[in-house]
């Protein structure tokens, strides 16, 4: 991204700057700050799209439409893109159409032999076909090549859980869970393969856990009372199985044929987004920015408040150097997740650098308040200090 005269205070990838990074932004803009209004303005997740496909009333066919208009441009563009060639597999594989995403995914690899999406759309393949031990052989080769991809413990514990060895389930999830501790998947997998190996009470401890972080988990609820079960605790057993009929209950529609209609629109909203999510991280690899911000967008409009999207849509505007969008999708995070300390500083931050004093004061003391010690918390008290 490109620092403008003003602006030297920067939140690139995902990290937050360092320690150091952040005073000395502050240092740089502090004798320019003024007390300016905030700008009234549509925030740029709710602007309106012309197309009929992004109205509520979008039928399946229009929404499956959609993502096959938008991979017929992106292919053209990208003819002989190993990435683009993979937005389309995941459409396929997402439509149930295994056959087209396996000779898809195929095709990849003659383009690039050790292509990471195409390897793990292969292994999940055969995982959906009962090859474990397939599965298990292309998911290990990943996790030593392609280490950072979250998706291959989780399938690789999977692929070990449903071939019976539930402790090297067991001993991928704990080992996953190290580097995502919050991710509430692995917690619920990790869990359920105690079950399976009959540590029942640490199955109950991961349930718990997993709970903390998602109070509405029907599967954490579910899992509990198993383990709650087969601990002999019948009244804790059922208090959690009460919990999960309840959420369960909550979901359901009374008119099974409206509420089949309403899931088949939902996985087709969510196929065309996941397909624009997909080809924006193509267009932004390939440095179109504009691009991969449109689609993103259009993603969000489809399947709303996807964290790790609004996180990537951010990410982008910042790389733009479209600072009161990046602070839009700011303050939309930070009202999804108010307890992450890493969106309230880039909040803190994006507002510092916009000479908006007031609201980047109240972003920094909401980080303060949920971690004092961190470091760049106290790099942020000292700002509060020069704001003030």
């Given amino acids: 991204m490109a620092v403008g005269p003003k602006v030297r205070l920067v939140v690139l990838g995902g990290t937050l700057i360092l320690l150091g990074?952040?005073?000395?932004?502050?240092?740089?803009?502090?004798?320019?700050?003024t007390k300016a209004p905030a700008e009234h303005r549509i925030s740029i997740l709710d602007e309106d799209y012309p197309e009929a496909q992004f109205d509520a009333t979008a039928t399946q066919e229009e929404l499956i439409q959609l993502a096959s208009s938008e991979?017929?441009?992106?292919?053209a563009t990208f003819p002989n893109s190993a990435s683009a060639a993979n937005v389309k597999a995941n459409r396929d594989f997402l439509l149930s159409d295994m056959a087209a995403a396996q000779q898809t995914w195929k095709s990849v690899l003659t383009l690039e032999p050790r292509n990471p999406d195409a390897l793990f759309g292969l292994a999940n393949l055969a995982f959906q076909a009962g090859r474990y031990d397939e599965a298990i052989g292309l998911c290990e080769g990943?996790?030593?090549?392609?280490?950072?991809?979250?998706?291959?413990?989780?399938?690789?514990?999977?692929?070990?859980?449903?071939s019976g060895q539930?402790?090297?389930a067991v001993l991928v999830l704990e080992q996953h869970i190290m580097t995502e501790p919050t991710s509430v998947q692995a917690i619920e997998m990790l869990g359920t393969a105690q079950l399976a190996v009959g540590s029942y009470n640490k199955a109950m401890d991961c349930f718990s856990r997993a709970l903390k972080f998602a109070p509405d988990s029907k599967d954490s609820?579910?899992?509990?009372?198993?383990?709650?079960?087969?601990?002999?605790?019948?009244?804790?057993?059922?208090?959690a199985m009460q919990q999960f009929s309840k959420l369960a209950d909550s979901t359901g529609q009374s008119n099974a044929l409206e509420a089949q209609a309403f899931e088949d629109r939902g996985q087709a909203a969510h196929v065309a987004a996941q397909v624009y999510l997909d080809s924006a991280l193509v267009y932004k690899?390939?440095?179109?920015?504009?691009?991969?911000?449109?689609?993103?967008?259009?993603?969000?409009?489809?399947?709303?408040?996807?964290?790790?999207?609004?996180?990537?849509?951010?990410?982008?505007?910042?790389?733009?150097?479209?600072?009161?969008?990046?602070?839009?999708?700011?303050?939309?995070?930070?009202?999804?997740l108010p307890t992450n300390v890493h969106h309230w500083l880039t909040l803190g931050a994006l507002y510092a650098e916009l000479e908006q004093?007031?609201?980047?004061?109240?972003?920094?003391?909401?980080?303060?308040?949920?971690?004092?010690?961190?470091?760049?918390?106290?790099?942020?008290?000292?700002?509060?200090?020069?704001l003030n």
Avoid: H
């Fill in 21 to 33: 990074g952040l005073l000395a932004a502050w240092w740089n803009v502090r004798g320019r700050i």
């Fill in 71 to 75: 991979i017929q441009s992106l292919l």
């Fill in 357 to 386: 004093p007031e609201p980047a004061i109240e972003a920094f003391r909401k980080a303060i308040e949920l971690a004092p010690d961190n470091p760049e918390c106290q790099a942020a008290q000292s700002i509060i200090q020069q």
């Fill in 285 to 336: 690899a390939a440095g179109d920015l504009p691009a991969a911000q449109a689609r993103i967008l259009r993603a969000l409009r489809l399947q709303p408040d996807v964290t790790a999207w609004l996180e990537e849509l951010q990410r982008v505007l910042q790389l733009q150097g479209l600072r009161p969008q990046a602070a839009d999708v700011g303050e939309r995070l930070v009202s999804l």
């Fill in 166 to 168: 539930g402790d090297l």
């Fill in 142 to 162: 990943l996790l030593r090549t392609n280490p950072g991809n979250p998706r291959v413990p989780l399938l690789l514990a999977d692929s070990f859980m449903n």
């Fill in 221 to 239: 609820y579910y899992g509990l009372g198993q383990a709650y079960a087969r601990l002999g605790e019948q009244a804790k057993a059922a208090e």
